[in-house]
């Protein structure tokens, strides 16, 4: 007997949108993918007129029924549409006739230039970095060689100069060699081996919402959480993910003692959910733990949002600019993502980090002040 195929199934595992469409162009059924696109849920979706979906897309609509009329699909390049939240989406589409036991139906596949556009920019972001982090170890390597001679001739000179005041002069030569080090430390990162374990990512989020509690005390910040009880755990090394998360956060602390503020109280969100699916890469689409950090700061300035993950990107005259670029190398060594979005008075960095199905879930902390 031969196997019936579940056609609906293997819609759902494709990484591209798909909507199934009646005659009418009423949705019949609305995959994974399109729900992500479409910031809705299939429940939502299905039923409903492709026009109160797409809210100017009546020439699109139009011309979609003159194919299914003529049964004559074609594909359109460079969209856009816009959604019941008022949200725009940049797109091509593929519509499809099919005959489906006799029913006449259509398929609208639907790919994101956004999503494109983002792989693009992440492989090539990705590239960049390297690049430049290998020349940054290559530079260190340069600068820390001459500087251990310079501190081991300056501490073999204080020994042998006569006057003790002098040696403070020697002295000064080992702290600057000493503060230069730590400084290139810092600009080539580690590069300690990843100790993983199955953690919850509260975990995490609570020890760096404990170690900077006292340091916002008196400075006008609220600290809020928003956590996601259910969260799933995770294999990661949750020391490296307290200092990636905590360069975060005092980024935005950072950012809330700007004279650019514009209002008395500053928040800074921990906000923690999971994502069904996220893309890593071209082909990589797995379930993700979102870790928000959210503060109503100045926001970055808009010249410096391309490249502020890069090493010595830095919009305060006082910053080193590294908080960040570790940052991002400690989730890019997790196989996550680290993006960031950023306007006056509001900017959210978000962690994504890849897990497997099926982990235990120890409870989160109750979300509180």
């Known amino acids: ?15 591209t949108a798909v909507l199934l469409l009646d005659a009418e162009l009423r949705i019949r059924f609305v995959n994974p993918a399109a729900e992500d696109l479409l910031a809705t849920s299939s429940r939502k979706a299905t039923g409903l007129f492709l026009g109160e979906v797409f809210r100017n897309g009546a020439e699109d609509i139009e011309a979609m029924s003159q194919a299914l009329a003529e049964h004559n699909g074609f594909t359109k390049r460079m969209v856009s549409w816009r959604l019941p939240q008022d949200k725009t989406v940049d797109l091509d589409y593929t519509i499809t006739p099919i005959d489906l036991d006799g029913e006449p139906l259509a398929l609208l596949e639907m790919n994101s230039l956004e999503h494109s556009q983002r ?9 960049t970095q390297a690049t430049t982090r290998e020349l940054v170890r290559g530079l260190a390597h340069e600068i820390k060689n001459p500087l251990g001679g ?21 002295g000064i030569i080992i702290d600057e060699a000493d503060r230069l080090r730590n400084l290139v430390d810092r600009l080539t990162g580690s590069r300690k081996p990843l100790e993983t374990r199955s953690i919850n990512i509260h975990e995490v989020v609570e020890r760096v919402r404990n170690l900077v509690a006292a340091e916002i005390d008196g400075r006008g910040i609220r600290l809020k959480r928003d956590y996601d009880p259910s969260i799933p755990n995770l294999h990661a090394d949750p020391e490296q993910l307290i200092q990636a998360t905590l360069n975060i956060v005092r980024n935005a602390m950072q950012s809330l003692s700007s004279p650019a503020v514009k209002h008395d109280l500053g928040a800074i969100t921990l906000r923690t959910r999971t994502v069904r699916k996220v893309t890593f890469g071209p082909r990589s689409r797995h379930p993700a733990i979102s870790v928000e950090i959210i503060d109503n ?6 010249h410096l949002r391309e490249s502020i993950f890069f090493p010595m990107v830095t919009g305060r005259p006082e910053g080193t600019g590294l908080g960040l670029p570790i940052a991002h190398a400690i989730v890019s060594e997790h196989r996550g993502l680290l993006e960031c979005e950023s306007e006056s008075g509001y900017t959210c960095f978000r962690l994504l980090l890849p897990y497997q199905r099926g ?7 109750e979300p509180g002040p």
Not at 119 to 127: A, L, P, V
Not at 150 to 170: K, S, V
Not at 297 to 302: A, F, L, S, Y
Not at 359 to 365: I, L, S, T
Request: charged share 30%.
């Open 297 to 302: 700061g100045p926001g970055i300035p808009e």
């Open 359 to 365: 982990a235990g879930n120890p409870a989160a902390p």
């Open 1 to 15: 007997m031969e196997r019936r195929i579940d056609y609906r199934r293997l819609l759902d595992g494709l990484n």
């Open 119 to 127: 792989i693009s920019r992440d492989q090539m972001f990705s590239t």
């Open 150 to 170: 310079l501190r081991g001739a300056a501490q073999l000179l204080a020994r042998e100069l006569p006057d003790a005041e002098l040696a403070d002069y020697t």
